[in-house]
């Protein structure tokens, strides 16, 4: 395209999910209940392995950061939406939707290494309980957390970088309710096919690598499981796992499905919900995961309810 059409804009258009104004007191009551309990949820159940001494271990020093990240993805897309849904106003900044995409990408790839980092660690307490003490040491649990939020803030600043160097000419029109990097890249007026090669080439890295280690680790984690010899033991040991089971499949499945949907349908609103389940049912249903299955997250929640109702 000739760069003399290019327009400069200040400003992109979020369409949403609907533009059928009976609709919007629905979602904004929706999303702003799905907000709060992904917010009280996740902060209820970090008080709750903080008061516990018991559970003062990797795994849940690893899942305090799990719930971390997952309040920070809803409070970086959600808010921005409550807000124009109750303005009318679709619009986000310029500088405020590349800001937005830095955080969802840096919240997404580090919730893709804390799970390889958790998958870690229960390959480490099953194939070498032994020395599970040594390897898992906290210093070294700090370690693996700094290096996998160091590598998000890496590939997201890259994601940022390359939308910056963009020039858009068209409608600045966002068919989400976020700015996603792959909606927000089509607007651009020039050819970005070396754009979408670099992103190819990171995501196979950045997200491959991790999900790579998942499968290294539990293709162990079985093979060790399989290999003992009474039932009661083998039940245990895949017992410990099910939960950090449950939330790849539920992470890995929605994300699946955002990919899938954006390549069979032509449907703009048909990807923005699929996005919802991507960015904010996870989120809502991780800490209801772990507390429900996980016999020491019951108990501690007990006590903690116990010790609140005593005061």
Same mark, same amino acid.
């Given at each position: ?11 992109? *258009? ?13 979602? $904004? ?14 902060? *209820? ?20 950061? *799990? ?58 307490? /099953? ?11 906290? !210093?070294?649990? =700090? ?6 939020? $160091?590598?998000? =803030? ?35 007026? $020039? ?6 090669? /670099?992103?190819? =080439?990171?995501? !196979? ?9 998942i499968i290294f680790s539990y293709i162990h984690i079985v093979s060790s499981v399989l290999r003992m010899p009474s039932s009661g033991g083998r039940q245990k040991a895949f017992s410990t796992c099910g939960s950090h089971l449950s939330v790849i499949c539920l992470f890995y499945g929605t994300g699946a499905g955002v990919y899938i949907s954006s390549a069979v349908t032509d449907s703009s609103k048909k990807t923005a919900v699929a996005s919802v389940m991507y960015t904010v049912v996870p989120q809502i249903l991780n800490p ?19 010790? =609140?109702?005593?005061?």
């Amino acid at each position: 395209m000739d760069p003399t059409n290019q327009t400069a804009i200040s400003e992109f *258009l979020l369409l949403g999910l609907t533009e059928d104004p009976a609709l919007h007191s629905l979602f $904004f009551s929706l999303f702003l209940s799905m907000c709060l309990v992904t917010i009280l949820g996740n902060l *209820l159940i970090i008080l709750d392995i903080y008061s516990d001494s018991h559970i003062h271990t990797p795994m849940y020093y690893f899942l305090c950061n *799990l719930y971390f990240n997952d309040i920070c993805i809803s409070m970086t897309t959600i808010p921005k939406m409550l807000v124009n849904i109750l303005t009318g106003n679709q619009s986000i900044t310029y500088t405020g939707c590349p800001t937005q995409v830095a955080f969802v990408m840096l919240s997404s790839y580090w919730e893709n290494f804390l799970l390889a980092v958790m998958a870690y660690d229960r390959y480490v307490a /099953i194939c070498h309980s032994l020395r599970y003490t040594v390897i898992m040491k906290p !210093c070294h649990c =700090i370690l693996l957390v700094l290096v996998s939020l $160091f590598v998000s =803030i890496v590939d997201a600043l890259l994601h940022t970088l390359l939308l910056l160097r963009l020039s858009f000419c068209r409608d600045p029109e966002i068919p989400q309710f976020f700015c996603e990097f792959a909606q927000v890249i089509k607007l651009s007026c $020039f050819d970005t096919f070396t754009d979408n090669l /670099i992103i190819l =080439i990171a995501v !196979c890295v950045f997200a491959g690598v991790p999900l790579s280690g998942i499968i290294f680790s539990y293709i162990h984690i079985v093979s060790s499981v399989l290999r003992m010899p009474s039932s009661g033991g083998r039940q245990k040991a895949f017992s410990t796992c099910g939960s950090h089971l449950s939330v790849i499949c539920l992470f890995y499945g929605t994300g699946a499905g955002v990919y899938i949907s954006s390549a069979v349908t032509d449907s703009s609103k048909k990807t923005a919900v699929a996005s919802v389940m991507y960015t904010v049912v996870p989120q809502i249903l991780n800490p209801f995961i772990y507390s429900l299955r996980n016999r020491d997250m019951k108990v501690a929640l007990r006590n903690l309810m116990d010790s =609140i109702a005593s005061v």
